[in-house]
């Protein structure tokens, strides 16, 4: 269970990202928070597993209180949660499996990652996280060498093979064209209602947050407006979420259009 308590969050700018947040995450939720930029979705996510620190209020995960953690046991904390990424963040100069087996770093003795010899047992749990996303026939293609949408599906098997019982996802379609969005969400959707996998996504487009997420969350200015069902969710829901009369630029079909 994750659980925000009177939650908040102020950068060192003065930007108040996060205000008196109550948020109770139950496991194997499928989640998606929308808002403009700037609104706190980024940092929600990334106070999860610790990136971003809470300046007050109470933040639980898995039973853990974040705040009060040391390095090590952020350390642990960081290896239950996995973490997708809008910019695919893979190293382009080596394959594919040797991306996803980075997921694995934090159970392989450092002498083994240094040298590339990865226990077998490691190397199948690699493969299986490739298998689900349906892209093992390129387990030792050069991540340099794969679509956008075949990156991502790297980033989420590097993910699996954490196996994580938190999956964040950051933006994970932003930088992909419409059919590959929707690909991408279908894998994240499976993953957690087949593996129990509880899974946060930031999402910009709309359209996408109501096909694919059990619960909704609208941030706007860091202050949590609406908290819900995709099925919840019309025009006037998402207009209060941002402030704003809907535009093109919000849903992915209407952008695919033009």
């Not at 980075?102 to 493969?127: C, E, F, N, S």
Request: glycine share 8%; with cysteine.
């Amino acid at each position: 269970m994750i659980r925000f308590s009177k939650a908040n969050v102020t950068y060192p700018n003065g930007v108040s990202a996060m205000k008196d947040l109550d948020l109770e995450i139950d496991d194997g939720e499928f989640v998606v928070i929308v808002g403009l930029s700037g609104a706190g979705k980024s940092t929600l996510i990334r106070a999860v597993n610790g990136l971003v620190p809470l300046t007050s209020g109470e933040l639980n995960v898995n039973g853990n209180d974040v705040h009060s953690l040391n390095r090590t046991g952020l350390r642990e904390l960081r290896s239950d949660v996995g973490m997708i990424f809008q910019g695919f963040n893979l190293v382009d100069r080596t394959t594919v499996l040797k991306n996803v087996l980075m997921g694995r770093l934090h159970k392989v003795p450092t002498w083994r990652t240094l040298i590339g010899k990865y226990p077998q047992a490691d190397i199948d749990i690699a493969a299986r996280a490739l298998e689900r996303v349906e892209i093992i026939e390129k387990t030792y293609t050069r991540a340099s060498d794969l679509s956008g949408g075949q990156r991502q599906r790297v980033g989420i098997a590097r993910a699996l093979a954490q196996e994580p019982s938190i999956i964040l996802a950051d933006e994970p379609v932003a930088s992909l064209d419409p059919p590959t969005s929707h690909v991408v969400m279908r894998y994240l959707q499976q993953i957690s209602r087949e593996l129990g996998i509880t899974t946060i996504v930031n999402l910009h487009f709309l359209d996408l947050a109501t096909a694919y997420a059990d619960r909704i969350i609208g941030l706007r200015d860091g202050v949590l407006v609406f908290d819900g069902p995709g099925s919840k969710c019309d025009e006037a829901v998402f207009e209060s979420i941002y402030g704003r009369s809907l535009t093109a630029d919000d849903t992915m079909a209407k952008q695919a259009a033009l």
